[in-house]
């Protein structure tokens, strides 16, 4: 069992890297080819989607600030003081430019509310997943690699928080 399964600490999954720093959702925002994301305002304020996020997740790979935001409550009521942004990417880029803002401002969030935060990013996807799966705390990112986490974690009783729960959708 890891350290980060203690009482206080929370693993954060966030599906970053290829869907944000080189994805088609960019271009759907009508930014030109070659664009990479830049844009990290209209990110963090709506999140991003990807047509191949599960349903369960609304079609979103990762969530604005304000869905995080509204995780804290429930972090806090699950006795929380750290947190662990778990991330990577699934295809090898040249930069992660968007992806290391994304994360950098979400640390930021976190940080702003009183919580500790460690980042854990570039590990194998194996060694994440039972990294993930052994914590007491997840708060689940998009994609399905993230909803297999969650769905182990509920079986073993851990507490799984849902951005996606706590934000209007369209």
């Avoid at 997943?129 to 909803?147: D, K, P």
């Amino acid at each position: 069992v890891s350290e980060d399964a203690a009482r206080d600490t929370c693993v954060v999954h966030l599906r970053i890297g290829d869907v944000l720093d080189r994805s088609d959702w960019t271009l759907s925002k009508g930014r030109p080819a070659g664009y990479r994301g830049e844009d990290l305002t209209t990110i963090l304020h709506e999140g991003y989607q990807g047509h191949d996020a599960p349903k369960c997740t609304h079609g979103v790979y990762g969530h604005s600030l304000a869905a995080y935001q509204a995780c804290f409550p429930e972090l806090r009521a699950a006795g929380v003081r750290i947190v662990v942004l778990v991330a990577g990417s699934h295809i090898a880029l040249e930069s992660y430019r968007v992806s290391a803002m994304y994360s950098r401002a979400l640390a930021r969030l976190f940080e702003a509310a009183a919580f500790s935060v460690r980042l854990r990013r570039g590990q194998h996807p194996d060694d994440d997943f039972v990294y993930m799966t052994s914590s007491r705390c997840f708060v689940q990112g998009g994609g399905g690699f993230s909803q297999l986490v969650a769905r182990v974690l509920i079986a073993r009783h851990g507490v799984v928080i849902r951005p996606f729960d706590h934000i209007p959708h369209h």
